[in-house]
């Protein structure tokens, strides 16, 4: 079946540069969450989307990360003025809401040069 | 601080053998824990999951123990085979319903045959 889909696969952006990452959550998914990971780390919480609403935003790292969810389906994150340090693997969760697990897709890597 | 330490970060079994991986955590607000595991260059896929009002769950050869008093969570993979070979990741949820996760930083498990 088809599940959380992420594009693109790998990004390379020069510093300075803005990134655009979409995630495509399973259809009927009312949440869906933004997870960045670093090397040799677990996931670390970015964002929370309800539908197109946001209710969590408290782990977006500055104010050069924006996220969104329109239509409360596909879901956009974007990072503007790219740092190195921003380097990482973007990774975009869906569930049902509540207890039910997130499905998480393949991720983005971001490489930063 | 991390909320959610996973102290081993590999382990080597082997194959037919049993896989125990081990979890702390800090928050005893915390009410549901799950274990995800992930292959490289793909996201984290759902394993097995337990609420925080019980202290055990088994799905065939996955048994997540729960040991609230100690803050302590494990996941037996009995008997262990090669394909179980990956990271696995604990994962806590804090009380309420917006089911964003905290993640430790993962052990790699290799089964060896």
């Known amino acids: 079946g088809a599940g959380v889909s992420q594009s693109p696969r790998y990004k390379v952006a020069k510093r300075g540069q803005d990134v655009a990452l979409r995630c495509d959550p399973i259809?009927?998914?009312?949440?869906l969450f933004w997870y960045q990971q670093a090397l040799g780390q677990g996931p670390e919480f970015l964002t929370y989307?309800?539908?197109?609403?946001?209710?969590?935003k408290s782990g977006l790292p500055s104010d050069r990360f924006f996220a969104e969810r329109p239509e409360g389906s596909v879901s956009t994150l974007k990072i503007q003025r790219t740092q190195q340090e921003d380097s990482a693997v973007y990774l975009c969760a869906s569930s049902l809401g509540g207890s039910s697990p997130l499905h998480f897709g393949n991720g983005t890597r971001l490489t930063v040069t | 601080d991390q909320q959610v330490k996973q102290n081993s970060p590999s382990l080597s079994v082997q194959e037919g053998r049993i896989s125990i991986l081990n979890c702390d955590y800090t928050n005893s607000m915390f009410d549901y824990f799950l274990w995800y595991k992930k292959y490289p260059a793909e996201g984290p896929t759902f394993l097995i999951s337990?609420?925080?009002?019980?202290d055990k769950n088994e799905d065939g050869r996955f048994t997540v123990f729960l040991n609230k008093s100690a803050k302590h969570l494990s996941l037996h993979i009995v008997p262990s085979q090669p394909g179980d070979s990956a990271v696995y990741f604990c994962?806590?949820?804090?009380?309420?319903?917006?089911?964003?996760?905290?993640f430790g930083k993962g052990t790699k498990l290799s089964v060896k045959p």
């Open positions: 989307f309800q539908n197109e609403a946001q209710l969590d």
């Open positions: 994962a806590a949820r804090g009380g309420g319903s917006q089911g964003n996760l905290i």
């Open positions: 337990i609420s925080s009002i019980k």
């Open positions: 259809s009927g998914h009312v949440s």
